[in-house]
């Protein structure tokens, strides 16, 4: 067949390249690329490119290429004879060959052309080279002078110091260079290049015993140290594929694994598995381990050694019945009208599957595995200084870092663009690239006081402190790309340079560490952390060696006000904490970190994406200058949360989050948007491997911070409601700001599949009984939930507790599925709250710090139901003793421990509408004193001298209760002022993103000695 013939052809291709009419039949003389043919010539020579036997029908396409990755067609070059003239070498030819009748292509071998060598080149074998005119020896230490290219031509003896202040370059051939440490001084460090790679073997082993010695007086040692202007261009020829994930289940004990995508990985290559399940389960053995390889058949390859634990390697699918192995009946994307005119893109697909990467480059940097190493964690470190400049590609570095020593990490930019207030411009053009970090102990790849480089395709594999780490929070337009980041750990206590990389609430070490918002990270993949998968922590100022660095408009910067560059299709999994963390940044040069309680100003509680860099006016609040921004397609499961956001102004789109074992989407934030994700309380993925999380219940989906984030067009699936626990797709924990919580007017075109919508529980349910007495509770959780869109029952009710307080002469409808675990029913409303009241007493004054009680009646005053909330020593949440009260009943509240009340300021009177809301309440006033009762149309309007409602005084309790109008009756004998409340008053609509005052209608209401 045509098909058979064309495939044959491909094996038979015979290349031809004539040179100034000299045919050159191409022999292999360096394998740049896997069965390339290698020729050298002149620029400006001519080039004639053949190819035989090609069949009838075939097209040939000649194809060139710079680099020998990117290739492009040669316009008109389609003949079987064409000439080319040669400039900018190298360059790299191939033929491509399609066939109408072929349903694929296929390319020929790659013709290589590279610049004659120079024929007076100085090589170090040769005694010549040198000014001794003899060949260095063991322990000499060795200056290769500034008019000097020396080649490097054979394995160098164990030297002492190697200084670089001219040119030292690798001939093309396997060679070791050993030494105490090389300091590139104004000088270059060349093997390979970026167009022609070094395909053989260069190990370079830095081997110093001195720990003390330090180069310069403060370059430390066992590094590679450039500075004053020098270069390392260090360019190894890596696997077309770094990294890929596994595409068959991987059982514990396996000897073989699948790939995903086919690989020019080879037996004895060192790869690194990383786990796919909980952080450190089946005992701890769960973790990413390095094994080598011991054979290469196709996509399979055979392991030196049995792998530990189960690793996950099939794809999920999101159907209509649940989560399936099968691409069949799958759900579809929810449609509607969405806030920003977003369409929604949900995923559909859950990928678990192990990463597994390759951590073997043909260019080493290593430290021996010797004493040092072993018992100090003294590795080696790579240090590019101000001027100087770095392009590394293909390199492993192999035993880096030095514990506990600041500067000493495998590779580090040091304040390239910084220098106090002075900007000493942006690094653009270097770069760290398709390397890897074979272990370290401390940290991975630090960009410090450096902007504009890129951070692409590499292995960060088994390091103790931040994995990728921006040092100072000044770090800049970096493109951070493609990453593998897998086994990151807390450094030991007495080593940690910053307190962020210890175990707190939260925190650790982690794979990134992203300190300003104005960088690019993309595509990523972080697994194995024991702190959070990304980091994103903006501080109000940079630290360190970057302190006076400054923002474009010439004062110190902000970077928690900065505007946000990109951060999209990043995955995180296997994390002790959370897969993405945007709070928490650094406070002080020691590395304390907090969040809203520990900045100076409420400004600082969220990052704000500002277009200025800086707080907007009103304290940071005015969001005149408020920018949206996106965190698109990110990934994370069997993490503690997905996401940890406290931001402004976010969109989180297309987020793909399952099996974590706390609450999926949490944080806080003005406005902030989920759309289009999906979230998947358990998968398919489940106990294959021991875990203490295997068994807990499933959390909510969705924590939204008194709907601080509205959520739109997402998927759930799998979140069942386990009683007494947050559980179910929408959690309620947060809700103690209002009594009642309408938020849910934004949640809308969600699906929810074999899902529970939410459970209520009780405040000390959510926040554990030893901080919240459940018989003596001082806070509560908001009494009355709205559901326009008929999440948990029909549109428009109100989820409840199921407690006569609340349900009394009201319709119960249950929620399903299981009623009997959804802790609440749903109900007509509507529903007010009463909350924020200052209480002003003889003894002093308090605001809703006191012990609480209320109580609900029928028409005939007989009690129906009630609680009371405690005063309480601890703060947490004291001050949230509210109420919700529904329309029609009547109610009473009454302070236990106060006596001789004379000023009641209730300043959030929520949800009273219009003139047909009304209740009847009474609050405890001393029958000693004369009491006169107004109320405000917004609140603390009574503070501003606004004209107020005032209420009409009546003789009795049955003329406030049947009251067509707003009105109160004192009931003197017991202590109590009776109110029939009536809304209407307020008249706010929705202005500049704020929705509170427009869904609520707050009033205020006061109740006070007449004068």
């Known amino acids: 067949m045509k098909i058979n013939k064309l495939c044959f052809w491909l094996l038979s291709l015979f290349c031809l390249a004539t040179i100034q009419n000299h045919s050159q039949n191409l022999t292999k003389l360096n394998t740049v690329k896997n069965s390339e043919f290698v020729i050298t010539a002149k620029e400006n020579e001519t080039l ?116 670089i202040l001219g040119t030292l370059e690798f001939e093309r051939e396997d060679l070791s260079l050993t030494a105490k440490n090389i300091l590139v001084n104004g000088g270059q460090l060349i093997i390979g290049e970026e167009r022609r790679p070094f395909t053989h073997k260069a190990i370079i082993t830095l081997n110093d015993t001195n720990l003390d010695h330090n180069v310069m007086m403060q370059m430390g040692t066992r590094g590679i140290i450039v500075v004053n202007g020098g270069r390392l261009d260090l360019h190894g020829k890596s696997p077309e594929t770094a990294w890929t994930k596994i595409d068959t289940h991987a059982e514990d004990g396996a000897t073989k694994l699948n790939l995903a995508m086919q690989t020019t990985w080879k037996p004895d290559d060192e790869i690194v598995l990383g786990p796919s399940d909980f952080y450190e389960a089946a005992n701890g053995e769960s973790i990413s381990q390095r094994i080598k390889i011991a054979a290469v058949n196709g996509k399979e390859i055979e392991l030196s050694e049995e792998i530990k634990a189960f690793h996950w390697g099939a794809l999920q699918y999101v159907t209509t019945n649940g989560i399936s192995l099968t691409a069949e009946n799958i759900v579809p994307t929810p449609t509607g009208d969405f806030l920003y005119d977003i369409v929604p893109n949900n995923p559909k697909i859950l990928d678990e599957r192990a990463p597994v990467g390759n951590l073997t480059r043909n260019i ?255 304290m940071g609040f005015a969001r005149d200058t408020w920018r949206r921004f996106d965190i698109k397609r990110f990934s994370a499961w069997k993490c503690t949360a997905t996401m940890w956001d406290r931001a402004n102004f976010v969109n989180t789109l297309e987020t793909v989050t399952a099996d974590n074992h706390g609450t999926f989407f949490a944080g806080s934030g003005t406005r902030g948007l989920i759309i289009g994700s999906l979230a998947v309380g358990r998968s398919l993925n489940y106990n294959y491997n021991n875990s203490k999380y295997n068994d807990i219940p499933v959390s909510n989906a969705f924590a939204s911070y008194h709907h601080t984030f509205d959520i739109q067009a997402n998927i759930a699936i799998n979140f069942p409601g386990t009683k007494g ?105 509507p529903y007010y709250g009463f909350d924020d009241t200052d209480i002003y007493y003889t003894g002093g004054s308090t605001k809703n710090r006191t012990s609480m009680k209320y109580t609900r009646y029928d028409d005939n005053l007989n009690k129906i139901g009630g609680f009371t909330l405690y005063g309480n020593d601890s703060n947490l949440l004291q001050v949230m003793k509210d109420v919700a009260t529904q329309k029609g009943g009547i109610f009473e509240v009454s302070y236990p421990d106060l006596d001789d009340i004379y000023d009641i300021h209730i300043n959030k009177a929520a949800n009273f509408l219009s003139e047909a809301d009304e209740l009847v309440i009474a609050y405890e006033f001393p029958g000693t004193r004369d009491a006169k009762v107004s109320a405000y149309n917004h609140p603390y309007n009574l503070l501003n001298n606004i004209s107020p409602q005032i209420y009409t005084q009546v003789s009795s309790f049955e003329a406030v209760k049947n009251a067509t109008s707003v009105s109160y009756w004192q009931d003197k004998a017991n202590d109590k002022v009776w109110m029939k409340i009536k809304g209407g008053i307020a008249n706010k609509p929705v202005n500049n993103d704020k929705w509170e005052d427009h869904i609520y209608q707050f009033i205020q209401i006061r109740i006070w000695e007449g004068d």
């Not at 290589?112 to 003899?134: A, C, G, H, I, R």
């Not at 459970?759 to 349910?765: F, G, K, Q, W, Y």
């Open 48 to 163: 004639t490119l053949t190819a035989n036997e090609i069949e009838f029908g075939q097209h040939l396409q000649w194809q060139e290429s710079n680099n020998n990755t990117n290739w492009v067609n040669i316009n008109g070059a389609t003949t079987n004879n064409y000439i080319i003239t040669l400039n900018d070498l190298p360059k790299y030819y191939r033929a491509f060959i399609t066939e109408s009748s072929c349903d694929t292509h296929f390319k020929s071998d790659v013709i290589s052309v590279f610049t004659q060598e120079p024929s007076n080149k100085m090589y170090w074998s040769d005694p010549n080279s040198w000014e001794t005119l003899q060949k260095p020896k063991q322990g000499e230490r060795v200056v290769i002078p500034k008019d000097k290219h020396i080649y490097l031509d054979e394995n160098t003896p164990e030297l002492d110091e190697l200084i």
């Open 364 to 618: 080493v940097i290593q430290a021996p595995n010797d004493d040092a190493w072993q018992n100090e964690g003294f590795g080696i470190h790579i240090m590019m200084m101000p001027t100087t400049v770095a392009h590394i590609n293909g390199v492993e570095i192999k035993r880096g870092g030095q514990r506990g020593r600041v500067r000493r990490y495998p590779f580090h930019w040091h304040m390239l663009s910084y220098k106090g207030s002075t900007n000493l411009g942006d690094a653009t053009g270097q770069y760290f690239k398709n390397s890897t970090i074979n272990e370290s102990k401390n940290r991975g790849i630090v960009v410090h006081g450096t902007n504009g480089t890129v951070v692409q395709n590499n292995i960060v594999f088994d390091v103790k402190g931040h994995g990728i780490f921006t040092e100072n929070g000044a770090e800049r337009r970096t493109l951070f790309d493609h990453n593998l980041v897998l086994k990151v750990r807390n450094p030991e206590e007495q080593f940690a340079i910053k307190k962020h990389e210890l175990e707190q609430f939260r925190r650790g070490s982690s794979g990134f560490w992203i300190s300003n918002p104005d960088n690019t990270t993309t595509n990523n993949h972080v697994g194995d952390c024991e702190g959070n998968g990304y980091w994103l922590a903006f501080p109000m100022r940079p630290f360190g060696e970057s302190s006076g660095a400054l923002y474009d408009d010439g004062e110190i910067m902000d970077p928690r006000k900065m505007p946000f560059g990109v951060f999209e299709n990043n995955t995180a999994h296997s994390c002790n904490k959370n897969g993405f963390h945007n709070d928490d940044p650094e406070l002080d040069e020691e590395g304390n970190t907090g969040g809203a309680r520990s900045n100076p100003t409420r400004n600082y509680k969220n990052y704000t994406s500002d277009t200025t860099g800086r707080p907007s006016a009103n």
């Open 725 to 829: 626990v947050a559980s179910g797709v929408f959690g309620i924990t947060d809700y103690y700001l209002r009594p009642v919580e309408k938020g849910h007017w934004l949640s809308k075109g969600n699906i929810l599949i074999n899902s529970h919508p939410g459970v209520r529980i009780t405040a000390s349910e959510a926040w554990r009984p030893e901080r919240v007495d459940p018989d003596k509770p001082h806070f509560n959780l908001s009494g009355a939930i709205w559901d326009p869109n008929g999440i948990w029952g029909p549109s428009g009710n109100y989820l409840v507790p199921d407690d006569p307080f609340y349900t009394y002469n009201s319709t119960k409808s249950p929620i399903g599925p299981n009623p009997e675990v959804s802790g609440g029913v749903s109900v007509t409303g």
